[in-house]
């Protein structure tokens, strides 16, 4: 039989399509051009003729804001503890209806949005008045009935206009009573889960909740999209790749409309591997995650391909060798995650990958770029360590060595910032940690948090001026399990320079703790004054007070937590707090 090694085809029109009807990614600057020509939706592509606008954002702020309403309309706002309080809304009011249907009606006349957002104002602080309680016993039945009394007014003259809302933190769960309209797309938000773990019925808690939650919209829903988010790593390398596989396989049995990620905080030279490994799922879920890695790596590092394909892997491992991961707080694992001889293995993969470039200067320029992203990396854990190095604790001498050390980081980061290797946020870390040394603080901040031993998060400061109010959202803590008993959480609020405190006005959710019990303290001078000591419970808790903190530059709220739940249960529960810092006269 005659045989031929290459066989000659005449023009051949092919025809694809994404799996996803919409897809973007959160992220600005040089990525502009780069996810154009991927087909995202962006500012790019937007400008240049491409996309759909999904209309993104936490809406019902933008059509009923505070400074215009609340003074005027304050029932229009939800009612806690006897108190009107902004910036949540009272979703039972007749007349907010009937004032967001006037901003939103012009939106469904233009046509220009694909989905027009009727998403709450970000954060918690639900209305508890009866006629918004009688509506189900869920804040997301109270959020689906606001939203499918707004559309039914709208698609009498609009029938095909789509709406949205996030099924997001307070309101994730699917509701009890209230079904979504066909009109509404319900977005899904996998909000602060595990990087490590996939979404199914055998996942670690969280992500087991949500996939729970997932399949439940998916029975309520006509239409569903996803809004995910990044691990929000800190510039430090750390792929995901086989989770971001399993979770884009996951969402094609939703059969969303939408995909977008929330990635804004990603670095091509650190981090782009992870966005690598979304583009072409995104358009393809079925795609094996072996053969991207493959791509990605032959594509910009040629021979060294093999290598560096090995490189990514060995970061992985390391990661997927850790428990569970959690966005937002990815920092603190770094420590762990990084061990020497990961460390060591990534450097000899990155200097044989050097001397396989040598003759392809492309190729070349691109593992060193990636090489001194992985420098950034060590350089960050170096001081990392330098910062929890016991025999320097609360001496002259750590702080002197960390100033040093934050100095020479911040070096380094802007020549890699006008390299274009990095972004303005890789320098957050040294900045911090540089600020941490001016207020004599014992821990070191990272992206938000700061690590003081292996279950002990202490958050950095609040600032506050002298002379005018503000509002302060201290944190969101997701309690994972420990090896320890207990776990302490201390947050710093500092005056500005010459001023001082007057007092604290503060409101703490402790929700969901699983058995474990909580306690909320603040530490004034050597007194420590106990907010809210709340049982383990599966309700909402919930403090609200004015502690007077005058005369003083700065106190500490510190967050407890007693963990008797088994060694098995990694998701303990939640606590949020907000508050305002009321500045002396």
């Known amino acids: 039989m005659p045989a031929r090694e290459t066989i000659s085809l005449g023009d051949l029109e092919l025809h694809d399509r994404p799996f996803y009807h919409v897809r973007s990614v959160a992220v600005s600057g040089p990525w502009g051009a780069w996810m154009g020509k991927n087909a995202y939706l962006s500012s790019w592509m937007r400008e240049h003729g491409g996309g759909r606008d999904p209309g993104y954002g936490h809406a019902m702020r933008t059509y009923i804001p505070v400074d215009k309403y609340f003074e005027a309309h304050p029932t229009w706002f939800a009612l806690m503890k006897g108190e009107r309080r902004p910036p949540q809304h009272c979703l039972s009011n007749r007349d907010l209806i ?42 997301s039945d109270r959020v689906i009935w606001f939203c ?21 933190t307070a309101y994730r769960a699917p509701p009890e009573k209230q079904t979504p309209h066909p009109n509404l797309v319900v977005q ?39 809004y995910e988010y990044g691990p929000y790593w800190t510039s430090l390398p750390c792929p995901n790749l086989h989770q971001i596989a399993q979770a884009h396989r996951f969402f094609k049995r939703l059969r969303p409309l939408m995909w977008h990620r929330d990635v804004c905080h990603y670095d091509l030279w ?20 072996q053969a991207i890695i493959k791509d990605d790596c032959q594509g910009l590092f040629g021979a060294a391909s093999k290598t560096m394909a090995a490189y990514f892997n060995t970061l992985e491992n390391a990661c997927k060798n850790q428990g569970c991961m959690y966005g937002g707080f990815g920092a603190v694992y770094m420590p762990r995650l990084y061990s020497e001889s990961t460390i060591v293995a990534c450097d000899g ?6 001397q396989e470039t040598e003759a392809d200067a492309r190729a070349s320029a691109c593992v060193e770029k990636i090489a001194r992203g992985f420098g950034y990396a060590k350089h960050v854990l170096g001081t990392y360590d330098l910062f929890l190095r016991p025999d320097l604790e609360g001496t002259a001498a750590k702080r002197a060595k960390v ?18 290797l990095v972004s303005k946020k890789a320098t957050a870390f040294y900045e911090s940690g540089r600020q941490a040394v001016a207020l004599d603080l014992t821990a070191l901040p990272i992206g938000g948090f ?63 703790l699983q058995g474990a019990t909580g306690q909320i303290a603040l530490l004034i001078d050597d007194t420590r004054h106990v907010l809210l000591d709340a049982p383990g419970t599966d309700g909402l808790e919930l403090f609200d007070g004015t502690p007077h903190i005058g005369g003083r530059t700065s106190c500490v709220l510190e967050i ?26």
């Open 450 to 512: 700061a690590l003081r031993d292996p279950c002990d998060y202490a958050a950095t400061r609040v600032f506050c001026t002298a002379s005018a109010h503000e509002n302060v959202r201290v944190g969101s803590w997701y309690l994972r399990q420990s090896p320890h008993r207990t776990a302490r959480l201390q947050y710093r609020l500092c005056c500005a320079p010459g001023g001082v405190l007057g007092s604290l006005r503060l409101r703490i959710h402790m929700q969901k």
């Open 403 to 420: 100033a040093a050390r934050c100095d020479e980081g911040l070096t380094m980061t802007q020549k890699m910032i006008a390299d274009g």
């Open 560 to 585: 407890v937590r007693f963990n008797p739940t088994p060694a098995e249960a990694s998701f303990l529960g939640e606590i949020h707090i907000e508050g305002e810092v009321v500045p002396a006269e």
């Open 148 to 168: 499918n009394q707004v559309i039914e007014q709208i698609v009498r003259d609009h029938p095909r206009q789509l709406f949205r809302v996030y099924a997001y």
């Open 349 to 354: 993969l990155l200097a044989q990958a050097k």
């Open 188 to 226: 899904l938000c996998p909000y602060c889960l595990c990087y490590r773990h996939g979404y199914g019925a055998d996942a670690c808690p969280r992500n087991r909740s949500f996939y729970e939650d997932a399949m439940r919209w998916r029975e309520l829903a006509n239409h569903l999209a996803v």
């Open 98 to 139: 009937a004032e967001t249907v006037r901003k939103v009606c012009p939106l469904a006349e233009s046509g220009k949005q694909w989905t027009i957002c009727l998403s709450p104002p970000d954060g918690y602080g639900f209305c508890e008045c009866r006629e918004c309680a009688a509506l189900g016993p869920r804040v």
């Open 270 to 289: 650190t981090e782009g591997i992870n966005l690598y490994a979304d583009a072409r799922p995104a358009w393809n879920p079925d795609t094996p995650i």
